[in-house]
């Protein structure tokens, strides 16, 4: 089955009218090691994760015919890296998942040696097309694509690749293990547009590629970005906002009161970092807004653990969604044993800041309806040393959201210009150091004693011109096992605190993750702790202040947290 067919005359309607993959580590002896037993102790509750085995990047996802579909990247065999397929799940409201087999797996030369990362692009006559990354004979990386076999078929079951792929390979001066995971398409000026990560030397680059009949693409001359100093750029995603207003947009909207996001997962340091700017269909070329880094200082979804991400647009609710991965922070021997690593995130509305400067980001509203038991906390004040319990709740698995006011700036420590670095900043001013205006928020996932805790925490300076706000979630003192890396994620928060002195905090607490989102979304961060004592039934909530300043509760809403009646069975 050719695309041409596939396509047929709808085109020319529209027309008129991780080694690679390359930090993940090859481990051959656990790769192929199916899962025997598989340890619940940290399995979440209500993220998205498969009964077993190893899972990354999420791939592909869409809406299309009344269910949602997420494909991911799979070990069907074991619980590490290796024997990489497509899973894929289908939902009707991004809660409640159903698992059906594999949609891609390696089956042909210009896949036997992987089927990785990708994309899904909903072409008219609404015929979805995947895009993906396929390792040949040569352990080159090949952009190929795959076509429903049965468009009747409500789930997609199952996707033929044609006989005419691979679509694009690498040229000659490219690096051939450097050139995967091609963006949804686009469309503009009579062609479709794709983006292909790759690197030239240590310059992240963005190829681009163009297509009249999504069948026959050529590399444009100029990549549409690069970036120097920046390393392999894996999973790039690009896509359109609306300068005002939450609404998403479909990915090839154009136009004045349209803004474009460029997104880019580093394979050196494995975050990601994006940007906000203008978008030139006429060059194809896009050049970033001067109000961010354009490169490993630039502006990130998630300051933690969290990587690989994939945005669609929802054409049900008009929002662009966004899809991120966390990896374990346990070692590959503690995932083996546990018989499973790698979960997805909630995942998030995404939408332009007022000031155009940076995106926020909230988890969809579909997640409020697994909210269970609800306590309610209000007008506490909280001074030095204090600390608060939430108690009525299941706080190994729970949704809170609390907003915190002080009355006074002045107790703020000074800011020194050369904090640059967030992570290290709060490494070194952590929850227990006493501040002036913080360390206050809350620990999660706590012991009783304290021996173990996860803080989510503010701390506000005094700059130059204006008050610096720090967020961390600080993995540190999270469990008493030794062998989990443990580090104190951290990044700024732009807000103009000076008026009405607040700030508010949203934890999704599930097991062994902390998803945490400050001030209405402008600053994230995502930790994977693994407690022995502060697990599954003996787990503490807490509110607090480390700072010399009083803060005052104003309000804490939290709720148990309940599974989904389906999750990926």
């Known amino acids: 089955m050719e695309l041409r067919e596939f396509l047929s005359a709808c085109i020319l309607v529209f027309c008129l009218n991780n080694v690679v993959e390359a930090a993940h580590r090859i481990l051959p002896e656990f790769q192929s090691l199916h899962a025997t037993n598989v340890?619940?102790?940290?399995?979440?509750?209500?993220?998205?994760?498969?009964?077993?085995?190893?899972?990354?990047?999420?791939?592909?996802?869409?809406?299309y015919n009344g269910l949602y579909h997420l494909f991911y990247q799979y070990n069907p065999k074991g619980a590490v890296?290796?024997?990489?397929?497509?899973?894929h799940s289908v939902s009707t409201d991004l809660i409640n998942w159903q698992a059906l087999e594999p949609a891609i797996y390696p089956t042909e030369p210009f896949d036997i040696n992987g089927c990785w990362s990708g994309s899904a692009t909903i072409l008219p006559g609404n015929k979805p097309v995947i895009l993906y990354t396929g390792i040949d004979p040569q352990n080159r990386q090949v952009q190929n694509y795959a076509i429903p076999a049965n468009l009747s078929d409500p789930l997609l079951r199952k996707w033929v690749?044609?006989?005419?792929?691979?679509?694009?390979?690498?040229?000659?001066?490219?690096?051939?293990?450097?050139?995967?995971?091609p963006t949804t398409a686009w469309f503009s000026n009579g062609h479709w547009k794709i983006l292909v990560g790759s690197k030239r030397k240590h310059r992240g680059m963005a190829f681009l590629y163009r297509s009249l009949d999504f069948v026959h693409?050529?590399?444009?001359?100029?990549?549409?970005?690069?970036?120097?100093?920046?390393?392999?750029w894996e999973c790039p995603d690009f896509y359109p906002v609306p300068v005002s207003g939450k609404q998403g947009l479909d990915t090839s909207v154009l136009g004045e009161n349209v803004?474009?996001?460029?997104?880019?997962?580093?394979?050196?340091?494995?975050?990601?970092y994006y940007t906000i700017g203008k978008y030139s269909p006429d060059q194809d070329r896009y050049v970033p807004d001067n109000t961010s880094a354009d490169g490993w200082a630039g502006l990130r979804y998630d300051y933690g653990n969290f990587y690989a991400s994939k945005t669609f647009f929802d054409?049900?609710?008009?929002?662009?969604?966004?899809?991120?991965?966390?990896?374990?922070?346990?070692?590959?021997?503690?995932?083996?044993?546990?018989g499973w690593a790698g979960i997805q995130l909630i995942p998030r509305t995404v939408w332009l800041d007022t000031k155009g400067k940076q995106l926020l980001q909230w988890p969809i509203e579909e997640l409020d309806s697994l909210r269970g038991k609800n306590v309610q906390m209000s007008n506490q004040q909280l001074k030095l040393g204090d600390r608060v319990e939430v108690n009525g709740i299941d706080a190994s698995q729970a949704d809170v959201e609390v907003t915190f006011?002080?009355?006074?700036?002045?107790?703020?420590?000074?800011?020194?210009?050369s904090w640059v670095d967030a992570q290290q900043l709060c490494g070194q001013k952590g929850s227990t150091v006493q501040g002036g205006l913080g360390p206050f928020g809350l620990l999660t996932l706590a012991s009783a004693n304290l021996e173990e805790f996860t803080p989510v925490f503010f701390r506000v300076f005094k700059g130059q011109n204006k008050y610096v706000v720090l967020m961390c979630s600080d993995a540190s003192h999270s469990s008493l096992k030794d062998s989990t890396y443990k580090p104190s994620f951290a990044g700024f928060v732009d807000v103009d605190i000076a008026n009405d002195k607040k700030l508010s905090l949203r934890s999704l607490i599930d097991n062994s993750v902390v998803?945490?989102?400050?001030?209405?979304?402008?600053?994230?961060?995502?930790?994977?702790?693994?407690?022995?004592?502060?697990?599954?039934?003996?787990?503490?909530?807490?509110?607090?202040?480390?700072?010399?300043?009083?803060?005052?509760?104003?309000?804490?809403?939290?709720?148990?947290?309940?599974?989904?009646?389906?999750?990926?069975?």
């Open 259 to 272: 803004k474009h996001v460029l997104k880019v997962s580093l394979d050196l340091t494995r975050y990601e």
């Open 405 to 417: 006011s002080f009355s006074s700036l002045d107790k703020a420590e000074q800011f020194d210009p």
């Open 161 to 181: 690749k044609p006989a005419d792929n691979p679509i694009a390979v690498p040229e000659a001066e490219m690096n051939a293990s450097a050139f995967r995971d």
């Open 217 to 232: 693409w050529i590399k444009a001359k100029h990549p549409l970005h690069s970036a120097a100093n920046t390393g392999m």
């Open 81 to 87: 890296w290796g024997n990489i397929v497509w899973a």
């Open 515 to 569: 998803e945490s989102f400050g001030a209405g979304g402008k600053t994230c961060i995502t930790s994977r702790v693994y407690p022995t004592l502060a697990a599954m039934g003996d787990t503490h909530l807490y509110a607090f202040n480390n700072g010399s300043e009083p803060i005052v509760m104003e309000s804490l809403n939290a709720w148990s947290m309940n599974k989904p009646l389906k999750m990926n069975n």
């Open 39 to 63: 340890e619940q102790l940290y399995r979440t509750g209500y993220h998205f994760q498969p009964p077993l085995h190893w899972i990354n990047d999420p791939n592909g996802p869409m809406h």
């Open 315 to 338: 054409p049900v609710k008009n929002r662009r969604i966004l899809w991120g991965w966390a990896n374990e922070s346990d070692t590959a021997d503690d995932d083996v044993q546990k």
